[in-house]
């Protein structure tokens, strides 16, 4: 191979100019979990943790299943993968006591190490548990690994059934419902399991949330099998019923009616003559909250930016400095701004941008739009507004340090902390930092962002420039959770960093596009986990004026 046709086909494939990136859904099987405790089985659960700067992080865990030696897990782990780096995974399996959720008390079962890569190549890696000592069990943990479609879109249902069969002799049955999703090959994927309502015939389940792309592929005609069970101590579960139903069949309760379906036991139907069924299964709630429906339901993109304005980016006068002004040619600061902002600008009815810089000296009577630290003034009018006072202001600047982002991240985030009180989905923050180098109050920015993952905003940061940005990359929480100095772990992954370089001889889109894919899922889960509705269009001022 002619060595100039190798790096332009790999120029034409992303792999030096873009980062390969996917979002993969992993799911976990034990097999043959041995019982540490000859009078009862474990009840087992399991922690994923990924390797950052040689630590084990813990990223999520597993719920924790009663009586069982063999589980399968209905939670699932969405993790970013990324091609061009080997990302090392860790399970932990315990066994945790009915009495307590904690792991420090909970007896270690077994471990399993391997990479991402390797995984998302086997589709499904199986593997042995080593126990302490590295000596190997007899138990087994199963990963499967399955690539998220385009279709992020999250549904929310709420399921509950009446006349059950009566499975238990001294009392009522104790239900609980499974939902499989029918695979290609014919074979099962748990979606859910909801939780176990103790002593009744009529139970109402808590309400749970979904991924299209998890429940049913994206595809709304794909056969869902949903199985009803009678909850047992011992782990030996009675069978109720089952019945198939689809999420084309689901979307009825979209309007507020309620969908229906027979729950039948084969067994039953064949041997009695008057067999009906063994109860009705009711979908009382079924809703679909996109990031649109929070876009056309009112909710504005407030957008604010940050410049770095330390003495590392060189004299702007100079030709080699970051900031130097091109008569022809925009800087990196300028293409970076403006690929973003420009998206970001269309979801703001007033387009008042707030604008700060960092790390410069400047005399009080020249700030009018920057600030050594973020005094807020007032905003740029549209992102034409900050390319305009930036390159007013640049020349009266002295370029300083240091390079301190945690005020930055404070301001915005106070601003926030004002939309969460209103407990409407009608604002949302995007602080856009641009930087030329590793920050330097690491400690208050790593807390800054904790106290910010709990608040209606993100964070993009974007290097410019030649530095070494690894240490940046901790504050991304895609290789584990971000934590503060304190231990306190962010409660959403906020924070997208990217390296300008990477995009340096691409299109202004491709670097936009990266740095917002996350955004519309980061402000569904924000809304979503608080509980926040869309506003459906009639609920707010269709009268509401908007900038040209």
Request: glycine content about 6%; proline content about 5%; overall charge negative.
């Amino acid at each position: 191979v002619i060595a100039g046709q190798e790096n332009s086909a790999a120029n034409t494939l992303g792999l030096f100019n873009s980062p390969c990136l996917a979002k993969v859904e992993l799911r976990v099987t034990c097999k043959g979990i041995s019982d540490r405790d000859a009078l009862s089985k474990p009840d087992p659960c399991v922690l994923i943790k990924m390797q950052s700067h040689g630590q084990w992080l813990e990223v999520d865990r597993t719920e924790v299943i009663r009586s069982s030696i063999s589980p399968t897990f209905s939670k699932v782990f969405t993790v970013d993968f990324y091609f061009e780096e080997v990302q090392r995974l860790r399970y932990e399996l315990y066994d945790i006591s009915s009495n307590h959720n904690g792991i420090k008390e909970a007896d270690f079962l077994g471990a399993m190490e391997c990479t991402l890569g390797q995984i998302v190549s086997q589709r499904k890696l199986t593997k042995p548990l080593l126990k302490q000592g590295s000596t190997v069990s007899k138990s087994f943990i199963m990963v499967t690994a399955e690539e998220l479609t385009g279709n992020d879109d999250y549904v929310e249902l709420s399921f509950s059934a009446r006349k059950l069969d009566d499975k238990d002799f001294f009392s009522k049955s104790d239900p609980f419902l499974e939902i499989f999703r029918m695979n290609d090959d014919d074979t099962l994927q748990l979606v859910h399991r909801t939780e176990t309502v103790m002593n009744n015939l009529n139970p109402v389940w808590k309400t749970f949330k979904t991924s299209l792309n998890s429940l049913c592929s994206g595809d709304h005609d794909r056969p869902l099998k949903c199985t009803v069970w009678d909850w047992d101590s011992n782990g030996k579960h009675d069978y109720i019923g089952e019945y198939q139903a689809t999420f084309k069949e689901m979307r009825g309760a979209m309007d507020g009616r309620q969908v229906q379906w027979e729950c039948i036991n084969p067994k039953y139907q064949i041997k009695k003559k008057n067999y009906k069924n063994s109860g009705i299964v009711i979908l009382n709630q079924c809703k679909m909250h996109s990031f649109l429906d929070y876009i056309m339901g009112g909710c504005q993109i407030q957008f604010t930016v940050a410049i770095d304005f330390t003495a590392s980016n060189g004299d702007p006068h100079n030709s080699c400095s970051l900031h130097y002004i091109h008569p022809y040619q925009p800087n990196e600061y300028l293409k970076a701004l403006v690929a973003v902002g420009e998206i970001c600008q269309d979801y703001d009815s007033d387009k008042m941008f707030p604008a700060f810089g960092f790390g410069a000296q400047i005399p009080v009577t020249v700030c009018v739009l920057f600030c050594v630290f973020p005094t807020y003034v007032y905003g740029c009018a549209g992102i034409q507004g900050v390319v305009e006072a930036y390159q007013t202001c640049l020349p009266k600047l002295q370029l300083y340090g240091p390079t301190n982002i945690a005020p930055i991240i404070q301001k915005v985030a106070s601003s926030a902390s004002q939309e969460m009180h209103t407990k409407e989905a009608m604002q949302y923050f995007i602080l856009l930092i641009l930087t030329d180098g590793v920050i330097t109050d690491m400690a208050d920015t790593r807390e800054a962002i904790v106290q910010a993952s709990h608040l209606p905003m993100s964070i993009i940061i974007v290097g410019v420039g030649s530095a070494d940005f690894s240490d940046m990359q901790m504050l991304d929480g895609d290789d584990g959770i971000l934590r503060s100095p304190k231990g306190e772990p962010c409660l959403r992954d906020i924070v997208q960093f990217v390296p300008f370089r990477n995009f340096k001889h691409g299109s202004p889109a491709e670097l936009a596009k990266t740095v917002l894919a996350e955004v519309p899922n980061q402000v569904v889960d924000y809304y979503n986990n608080k509980g926040i509705k869309p506003k459906v269009p009639s609920e707010f001022e269709s009268s509401r004026t908007f900038a040209p």
